[in-house]
């Protein structure tokens, strides 16, 4: 969805007369958000508590290998943000090895091919990021509103949006109730020595049967080229919820022997092929549809992302449009 107003410039006498936009958040939906409303012309300022861009959108250089220990891949089915990728991001390509389910049966995808970005998916939200105004290491505790401005870290602004997990914005927002809820997620990384050790050139990644306990899933790292560096193979396990919560605040030691064991059955390695292995914490892994509740935010201030849309990249995205549409809206009826 384009931005409401695509006609404002930068010399628009609705620009002139517009706070500027403070978005909360420099995920995959903030930085949409932020580019539509930049793109309309509207002065935007973005918050973000951590030392980088990119949300649960990470990439990680470990054992001189690049992996993603967060969004494993994206689809493109929408004209928008096909569009979006080929103007923006050129390097990028399709997942073409199988997902299979613990049956050996494939998984298809229902909204298309499976895609990774060369560089790292963290590579996505940088490009995302050209020319936006974002402040790093900041994080953003708390917010004033007043009847026609609202204060953020000492500065004034039109309206806020934030692009936080459910139960951060309630908190940031003064909610009654989370606009959604969210499973936690342990991820492990294991590196082996060897490449295409075990079954692991059959496919990209492997689902663990439903009565698992343990784990979710494993992907081989591998099958994204020149990725691996070395004669290693590389997997990313993601634990279930159950065991993710019940190991949450436990070291890494603790849990990766349990994760390891299952990865290794289920791609028939030897254990004493293991070579590394690192773990990463996910609070807010995906947000939970069936636990999604209508909210009402303070005048002037907005949601975007999977608080009130799916935890993929490309759903992410189009909420961030969305949301800039009515801010637009909004400021639109503020400067009368």
């Not at 499976?114 to 900041?138: E, K, M």
């Not at 790292?221 to 997997?235: D, Y």
């Not at 975007?304 to 961030?320: A, I, L």
Request: charged share 20%; glycine share 8%.
């Amino acid at each position: 969805m384009l931005p409401l107003l695509p006609e404002l410039g930068i010399n628009s006498p609705f620009v002139k007369k517009t706070s500027s936009v403070a978005v909360i958040g420099a995920g995959l939906a903030g930085l949409s958000c932020a580019q539509a409303l930049r793109a309309a012309g509207v002065e935007v300022r973005i918050f973000e508590s951590a030392p980088f861009v990119g949300g649960r959108c990470a990439t990680r250089l470990w054992q001189g290998h690049l992996v993603d220990h967060g969004v494993q891949y994206f689809t493109a089915q929408s004209p928008e943000f096909k569009k979006e990728l080929l103007t923006r991001l050129r390097q990028f390509r399709p997942i073409i090895s199988p997902i299979l389910d613990s049956e050996n049966k494939l998984v298809t995808s229902p909204n298309g091919p499976r895609f990774y970005v060369l560089q790292g998916n963290n590579y996505l939200a940088h490009v995302f990021s050209h020319g936006l105004d974002i402040r790093l290491n900041t994080p953003v505790e708390s917010i004033s509103f007043r009847p026609t401005e609202i204060e953020c870290l000492g500065e004034n602004y039109g309206a806020v949006v934030s692009a936080l997990p459910g139960p951060q914005t309630m908190r940031l927002f003064g909610l009654a109730q989370a606009p959604v809820e969210y499973d936690s997620c342990l991820v492990a990384l294991f590196e082996y020595s060897g490449s295409g050790i075990g079954k692991s050139s059959e496919c990209y990644a492997r689902l663990a049967a439903p009565n698992n306990a343990v784990f979710l899933s494993s992907h081989c790292e591998n099958h994204k080229a020149g990725r691996i560096i070395g004669n290693k193979t590389v997997f990313i396990v993601q634990a279930t919820p159950a065991f993710s919560q019940q190991h949450l605040d436990a070291p890494p030691e603790k849990y990766l022997p349990l994760l390891a064991m299952e990865n290794e059955e289920l791609w028939r390695i030897p254990s004493n092929h293991r070579t590394a292995t690192y773990g990463h914490r996910w609070d807010y892994a995906r947000s939970l549809p069936q636990s999604r509740s209508r909210t009402d935010p303070p005048r002037g201030a907005f949601l975007c992302g999977d608080s009130r849309t799916d935890s993929t990249v490309e759903e992410v995205w189009h909420d961030g449009r969305k949301a800039a549409d009515e801010v637009l809206a909004y400021l639109a009826e503020l400067n009368g």
